[in-house]
Protein backbone atom coordinates (compact mmCIF):
# COMPACT_ATOMS: atom_id res chain seq x y z
CA UNK A 1 0.00 0.00 0.00
CA UNK A 2 0.71 3.88 -0.80
CA UNK A 3 1.81 5.54 2.44
CA UNK A 4 2.57 9.06 2.02
CA UNK A 5 5.45 10.96 3.40
CA UNK A 6 4.92 14.29 4.24
CA UNK A 7 7.05 17.17 6.07
CA UNK A 8 4.60 19.05 8.47
CA UNK A 9 5.77 22.73 9.48
CA UNK A 10 4.11 24.13 12.78
CA UNK A 11 4.69 28.03 13.90
CA UNK A 12 1.50 29.45 14.99
CA UNK A 13 3.42 30.83 18.50
CA UNK A 14 6.79 30.81 19.84
CA UNK A 15 7.71 27.07 18.67
CA UNK A 16 9.39 26.56 15.28
CA UNK A 17 8.64 22.98 14.44
CA UNK A 18 9.12 20.61 11.77
CA UNK A 19 8.46 16.58 11.15
CA UNK A 20 8.02 14.19 9.04
CA UNK A 21 5.45 11.61 8.99
CA UNK A 22 5.34 8.27 6.56
CA UNK A 23 2.05 6.34 6.35
CA UNK A 24 0.59 7.72 9.41
CA UNK A 25 4.15 6.94 11.35
CA UNK A 26 5.73 10.07 12.98
CA UNK A 27 9.45 9.98 11.91
CA UNK A 28 10.80 12.79 13.36
CA UNK A 29 9.42 15.90 15.56
CA UNK A 30 12.29 18.42 16.21
CA UNK A 31 10.70 21.71 17.87
CA UNK A 32 13.15 24.90 18.93
CA UNK A 33 11.07 27.08 21.50
CA UNK A 34 12.13 30.28 21.26
CA UNK A 35 14.27 31.75 24.83
CA UNK A 36 13.71 35.73 23.28
CA UNK A 37 10.45 35.78 25.09
CA UNK A 38 11.46 35.12 28.49
CA UNK A 39 13.07 38.51 29.47
CA UNK A 40 9.22 39.98 28.72
CA UNK A 41 7.41 37.58 30.72
CA UNK A 42 5.33 36.67 27.75
CA UNK A 43 5.57 36.20 23.89
CA UNK A 44 6.44 38.95 21.91
CA UNK A 45 4.55 38.72 18.06
CA UNK A 46 7.34 40.55 16.19
CA UNK A 47 10.47 38.86 17.78
CA UNK A 48 8.12 35.38 17.36
CA UNK A 49 8.12 36.06 13.66
CA UNK A 50 11.99 36.62 13.51
CA UNK A 51 12.90 34.11 15.57
CA UNK A 52 10.55 31.19 13.16
CA UNK A 53 12.51 32.84 10.15
CA UNK A 54 15.91 32.06 11.90
CA UNK A 55 15.10 28.47 12.67
CA UNK A 56 13.28 27.13 9.90
CA UNK A 57 15.64 25.98 7.90
CA UNK A 58 17.34 24.62 10.18
CA UNK A 59 14.22 22.81 11.82
CA UNK A 60 13.38 21.39 8.37
CA UNK A 61 17.10 19.77 8.04
CA UNK A 62 16.85 17.78 11.45
CA UNK A 63 13.70 17.17 10.26
CA UNK A 64 14.60 15.55 7.16
CA UNK A 65 18.30 14.14 8.57
CA UNK A 66 16.43 12.42 11.60
CA UNK A 67 14.06 11.03 9.73
CA UNK A 68 16.53 9.76 7.16
CA UNK A 69 14.27 11.10 4.63
CA UNK A 70 15.35 13.35 1.56
CA UNK A 71 13.46 16.40 -0.24
CA UNK A 72 12.71 13.81 -2.95
CA UNK A 73 10.81 11.29 -0.77
CA UNK A 74 8.46 13.95 -0.02
CA UNK A 75 4.84 13.80 -1.31
CA UNK A 76 3.01 16.82 0.24
CA UNK A 77 4.19 19.64 2.58
CA UNK A 78 1.43 20.70 5.17
CA UNK A 79 1.48 23.79 7.55
CA UNK A 80 -0.29 25.48 10.49
CA UNK A 81 -2.96 27.45 8.72
CA UNK A 82 -4.18 28.85 11.79
CA UNK A 83 -5.19 29.75 14.61
CA UNK A 84 -2.52 31.43 15.76
CA UNK A 85 -0.11 35.02 15.58
CA UNK A 86 -0.60 36.05 11.93
CA UNK A 87 3.02 36.88 11.44
CA UNK A 88 4.58 33.66 13.07
CA UNK A 89 1.60 31.95 10.60
CA UNK A 90 2.78 33.47 7.83
CA UNK A 91 6.55 31.76 8.08
CA UNK A 92 5.42 28.50 8.10
CA UNK A 93 2.99 29.31 5.45
CA UNK A 94 5.24 31.17 2.90
CA UNK A 95 8.05 28.44 3.68
CA UNK A 96 5.71 25.29 3.18
CA UNK A 97 4.31 27.24 0.12
CA UNK A 98 7.53 27.54 -1.64
CA UNK A 99 9.15 24.38 -0.45
CA UNK A 100 5.81 22.25 -2.13
CA UNK A 101 5.75 24.65 -5.72
CA UNK A 102 9.90 24.15 -5.84
CA UNK A 103 9.16 20.25 -5.07
CA UNK A 104 5.91 20.45 -7.53
CA UNK A 105 4.17 18.60 -4.28
CA UNK A 106 0.93 19.23 -2.92
CA UNK A 107 0.30 21.52 -0.02
CA UNK A 108 -2.00 20.90 3.08
CA UNK A 109 -3.43 23.59 5.43
CA UNK A 110 -3.72 22.32 8.75
CA UNK A 111 -5.88 23.32 11.37
CA UNK A 112 -4.17 23.71 14.78
CA UNK A 113 -6.38 22.79 17.14
CA UNK A 114 -8.02 19.82 15.34
CA UNK A 115 -4.63 18.97 15.15
CA UNK A 116 -3.07 18.90 18.93
CA UNK A 117 -6.93 16.43 19.34
CA UNK A 118 -4.99 14.21 16.36
CA UNK A 119 -2.20 14.38 17.91
CA UNK A 120 -4.03 10.87 20.27
CA UNK A 121 -3.47 8.95 16.51
CA UNK A 122 0.32 9.25 17.08
CA UNK A 123 0.97 6.28 19.47
CA UNK A 124 -1.36 3.62 20.86
CA UNK A 125 -3.84 3.54 22.33
CA UNK A 126 -6.02 5.87 20.41
CA UNK A 127 -9.48 6.57 21.10
CA UNK A 128 -12.92 5.52 19.43
CA UNK A 129 -15.16 7.61 17.89
CA UNK A 130 -16.95 9.26 19.29
CA UNK A 131 -14.78 10.38 22.17
CA UNK A 132 -14.79 14.01 23.95
CA UNK A 133 -11.33 15.89 23.96
CA UNK A 134 -10.70 18.87 26.61
CA UNK A 135 -8.67 20.97 24.42
CA UNK A 136 -6.46 23.29 26.82
CA UNK A 137 -4.23 25.68 25.64
CA UNK A 138 -2.73 29.66 25.75
CA UNK A 139 -5.33 30.76 23.22
CA UNK A 140 -8.45 27.76 23.86
CA UNK A 141 -10.61 26.45 26.25
CA UNK A 142 -12.80 23.79 24.55
CA UNK A 143 -14.61 20.59 24.86
CA UNK A 144 -15.16 18.73 21.42
CA UNK A 145 -17.58 16.34 20.18
CA UNK A 146 -14.86 14.12 17.50
CA UNK A 147 -16.95 12.17 15.57
CA UNK A 148 -14.08 11.24 12.76
CA UNK A 149 -10.81 12.37 12.58
CA UNK A 150 -11.66 15.49 9.98
CA UNK A 151 -15.15 15.86 11.62
CA UNK A 152 -15.36 17.76 14.63
CA UNK A 153 -18.02 19.59 16.28
CA UNK A 154 -16.90 22.86 19.17
CA UNK A 155 -19.95 21.97 22.00
CA UNK A 156 -18.81 23.93 24.08
CA UNK A 157 -15.78 26.78 25.05
CA UNK A 158 -14.71 29.15 27.11
CA UNK A 159 -16.32 32.98 26.93
CA UNK A 160 -13.56 35.14 27.83
CA UNK A 161 -9.85 33.83 28.82
CA UNK A 162 -7.85 30.13 27.92
CA UNK A 163 -7.33 28.27 30.79
CA UNK A 164 -3.60 28.47 29.76
CA UNK A 165 -3.65 32.32 30.47
CA UNK A 166 -5.34 32.43 33.35
CA UNK A 167 -2.10 29.73 34.82
CA UNK A 168 0.33 32.07 32.96
CA UNK A 169 -1.61 35.38 34.22
CA UNK A 170 -1.68 33.69 37.88
CA UNK A 171 1.77 32.77 37.56
CA UNK A 172 2.90 36.28 36.52
CA UNK A 173 0.91 38.15 39.68
CA UNK A 174 2.89 35.31 41.85
CA UNK A 175 6.41 36.64 40.12
CA UNK A 176 7.37 33.10 38.29
CA UNK A 177 9.46 33.06 35.43
CA UNK A 178 7.79 33.07 32.17
CA UNK A 179 6.36 30.19 30.76
CA UNK A 180 4.09 30.65 33.92
CA UNK A 181 2.21 27.47 33.07
CA UNK A 182 4.54 25.10 33.69
CA UNK A 183 6.09 27.02 36.60
CA UNK A 184 2.86 26.92 38.71
CA UNK A 185 2.58 23.10 37.83
CA UNK A 186 5.95 22.66 39.47
CA UNK A 187 5.39 24.73 42.46
CA UNK A 188 1.62 23.46 43.36
CA UNK A 189 3.14 20.30 43.55
CA UNK A 190 4.79 20.84 46.78
CA UNK A 191 2.06 22.59 48.25
CA UNK A 192 -1.65 22.30 49.67
CA UNK A 193 -4.72 22.24 47.40
CA UNK A 194 -7.10 23.08 49.93
CA UNK A 195 -5.31 25.76 51.77
CA UNK A 196 -7.30 28.90 50.26
CA UNK A 197 -10.40 28.70 48.17
CA UNK A 198 -11.08 30.88 44.85
CA UNK A 199 -14.99 30.76 42.97
CA UNK A 200 -14.80 28.09 40.10
CA UNK A 201 -16.81 29.66 37.10
CA UNK A 202 -20.31 29.05 36.51
CA UNK A 203 -20.93 29.22 32.66
CA UNK A 204 -24.46 27.84 31.39
CA UNK A 205 -24.13 24.64 29.40
CA UNK A 206 -20.37 23.11 28.52
CA UNK A 207 -19.07 26.86 28.73
CA UNK A 208 -16.31 28.02 30.44
CA UNK A 209 -15.16 31.54 32.31
CA UNK A 210 -11.66 32.44 33.72
CA UNK A 211 -11.38 35.98 33.79
CA UNK A 212 -13.88 35.66 37.55
CA UNK A 213 -10.51 33.56 38.68
CA UNK A 214 -8.10 35.48 37.53
CA UNK A 215 -9.46 38.97 39.30
CA UNK A 216 -10.14 37.03 42.76
CA UNK A 217 -6.49 35.81 42.56
CA UNK A 218 -5.98 39.76 42.29
CA UNK A 219 -7.61 41.15 45.15
CA UNK A 220 -7.09 38.08 47.24
CA UNK A 221 -3.20 38.63 46.71
CA UNK A 222 -4.10 42.63 47.09
CA UNK A 223 -5.65 41.68 50.49
CA UNK A 224 -3.57 39.59 52.10
CA UNK A 225 -0.05 41.46 50.96
CA UNK A 226 -1.88 44.61 52.72
CA UNK A 227 -1.39 43.32 56.31
CA UNK A 228 1.56 40.91 55.29
CA UNK A 229 4.13 41.53 52.63
CA UNK A 230 5.59 38.65 52.87
CA UNK A 231 2.33 36.82 52.08
CA UNK A 232 3.35 35.55 48.65
CA UNK A 233 6.97 33.95 49.62
CA UNK A 234 5.13 32.37 52.40
CA UNK A 235 2.42 30.30 51.08
CA UNK A 236 3.61 30.62 46.92
CA UNK A 237 3.31 26.51 46.98
CA UNK A 238 -0.39 26.58 48.64
CA UNK A 239 -1.34 29.54 46.71
CA UNK A 240 0.06 27.94 43.39
CA UNK A 241 -1.77 24.40 44.71
CA UNK A 242 -5.14 26.71 45.56
CA UNK A 243 -5.63 27.72 41.88
CA UNK A 244 -4.21 24.73 40.08
CA UNK A 245 -7.38 22.84 41.75
CA UNK A 246 -9.77 25.57 41.09
CA UNK A 247 -8.75 25.69 37.37
CA UNK A 248 -9.12 21.68 37.14
CA UNK A 249 -12.56 21.86 38.93
CA UNK A 250 -13.66 24.26 36.45
CA UNK A 251 -12.64 22.20 33.16
CA UNK A 252 -13.59 18.87 34.98
CA UNK A 253 -17.07 19.76 35.94
CA UNK A 254 -18.14 20.72 32.35
CA UNK A 255 -16.03 17.62 31.33
CA UNK A 256 -18.35 15.48 33.71
CA UNK A 257 -21.50 17.50 32.06
CA UNK A 258 -21.06 16.73 28.56
CA UNK A 259 -19.72 13.21 29.00
CA UNK A 260 -22.92 12.35 31.33
CA UNK A 261 -25.39 14.07 28.67
CA UNK A 262 -24.04 12.45 25.54
CA UNK A 263 -23.43 9.02 27.21
CA UNK A 264 -19.60 8.90 26.27
CA UNK A 265 -17.15 7.38 27.96
CA UNK A 266 -14.24 8.23 25.83
CA UNK A 267 -12.72 11.11 26.80
CA UNK A 268 -9.77 12.52 25.68
CA UNK A 269 -7.15 15.63 27.20
CA UNK A 270 -5.38 17.87 24.78
CA UNK A 271 -3.31 20.96 24.30
CA UNK A 272 -0.52 22.45 26.10
CA UNK A 273 -2.26 22.81 29.53
CA UNK A 274 -2.83 18.61 28.50
CA UNK A 275 1.18 18.79 30.25
CA UNK A 276 -0.41 20.12 33.44
CA UNK A 277 0.42 17.21 35.88
CA UNK A 278 -2.57 18.09 38.37
CA UNK A 279 -5.22 17.68 35.63
CA UNK A 280 -3.47 14.21 34.25
CA UNK A 281 -4.05 12.88 37.76
CA UNK A 282 -7.32 14.34 37.99
CA UNK A 283 -8.74 13.05 34.40
CA UNK A 284 -6.81 8.89 35.94
CA UNK A 285 -8.94 9.53 38.85
CA UNK A 286 -12.08 10.16 36.86
CA UNK A 287 -11.48 7.58 35.03
CA UNK A 288 -12.54 4.95 37.69
CA UNK A 289 -14.76 7.00 39.59
CA UNK A 290 -17.10 7.61 35.87
CA UNK A 291 -15.98 4.37 34.38
CA UNK A 292 -14.66 6.44 31.48
CA UNK A 293 -11.34 5.19 29.06
CA UNK A 294 -8.94 8.31 29.24
CA UNK A 295 -6.60 9.66 26.77
CA UNK A 296 -3.74 12.12 28.18
CA UNK A 297 -1.01 12.75 25.18
CA UNK A 298 3.13 12.05 25.81
CA UNK A 299 4.08 15.39 26.63
CA UNK A 300 5.81 15.73 23.66
CA UNK A 301 2.75 16.08 21.97
CA UNK A 302 0.84 18.17 24.25
CA UNK A 303 2.54 21.68 23.87
CA UNK A 304 3.14 22.75 19.95
CA UNK A 305 4.61 20.84 17.79
CA UNK A 306 4.63 19.90 14.37
CA UNK A 307 4.05 16.15 14.55
CA UNK A 308 0.58 16.74 15.26
CA UNK A 309 0.35 18.99 12.60
CA UNK A 310 1.90 15.75 10.50
CA UNK A 311 -0.87 13.10 11.95
CA UNK A 312 -3.55 15.97 10.39
CA UNK A 313 -1.65 16.25 7.30
CA UNK A 314 -2.00 12.33 7.16
CA UNK A 315 -5.70 12.17 7.29
CA UNK A 316 -6.81 15.32 4.96
CA UNK A 317 -3.53 13.68 2.31
CA UNK A 318 -6.11 10.59 2.10
CA UNK A 319 -8.78 12.22 1.76
CA UNK A 320 -7.09 14.32 -1.09
CA UNK A 321 -7.64 17.99 0.88
CA UNK A 322 -5.26 19.79 -0.57
CA UNK A 323 -4.72 23.71 -0.99
CA UNK A 324 -4.03 26.47 -3.45
CA UNK A 325 -0.95 28.26 -3.72
CA UNK A 326 -3.08 31.12 -3.23
CA UNK A 327 -4.13 29.98 0.72
CA UNK A 328 -2.91 32.68 3.37
CA UNK A 329 -2.76 31.87 7.48
CA UNK A 330 -5.86 32.91 9.22
CA UNK A 331 -4.87 34.32 13.22
CA UNK A 332 -8.83 32.80 13.87
CA UNK A 333 -9.44 29.77 11.75
CA UNK A 334 -11.92 27.73 13.27
CA UNK A 335 -13.35 23.75 12.53
O1 LIG B 1 -0.81 24.32 23.04
P1 LIG B 1 0.22 25.28 23.50
O2 LIG B 1 1.65 24.84 23.52
O3 LIG B 1 0.16 26.60 22.66
C1 LIG B 1 -1.04 27.15 22.24
O4 LIG B 1 -1.58 26.66 21.21
O5 LIG B 1 -1.52 28.06 22.97
O6 LIG B 1 -0.24 25.75 24.97
C2 LIG B 1 0.51 26.67 25.69
C3 LIG B 1 -0.17 26.87 27.04
C4 LIG B 1 0.47 27.97 27.85
O7 LIG B 1 -0.55 28.75 28.43
C5 LIG B 1 1.26 27.21 28.91
O8 LIG B 1 1.44 27.92 30.09
C6 LIG B 1 0.35 26.02 29.12
O9 LIG B 1 -0.06 25.67 27.81
N1 LIG B 1 1.06 24.91 29.79
C7 LIG B 1 0.77 24.50 31.03
C8 LIG B 1 1.69 23.45 31.33
N2 LIG B 1 2.49 23.26 30.23
C9 LIG B 1 2.08 24.17 29.30
N3 LIG B 1 -0.15 24.91 31.92
C10 LIG B 1 -0.20 24.30 33.11
N4 LIG B 1 0.65 23.30 33.46
C11 LIG B 1 1.59 22.84 32.62
N5 LIG B 1 2.41 21.85 32.98
ZN1 LIG C 1 -1.25 24.80 20.59
Known amino acids: MFEPTILAIESSCDDTSAAIIRGGKV ?51 AFTRGPGLLGALLVGCSFAKSFALGLGIPLIEVNHMQAHILAHFIDEPTPQFPFLCLTVSGG ?41 GPMLDKTAAKGNPDAFQFPVGNMPE ?44 TLMKKLVLAAKDLGIKEVAIAGGVSANSGLRQTLQEYAKKYNWNVYIPAFQYCTDNAGMIAMAAHFQYLKGDFSSQYVSPEPRLKF
Open 206 to 249: YNFSFSGIKTSVLYFLRDKTKDNPNFVEENLEDICASVQKTLIK
Open 27 to 77: LSNIVTTQAVHEQYGGVVPELASRAHQQNIIPVVHQALRTANVSKSDLNAV
Open 140 to 180: HTQIVLVKDHLDMEIIGQTTDDAVGEAFDKTAKMLGLPYPG
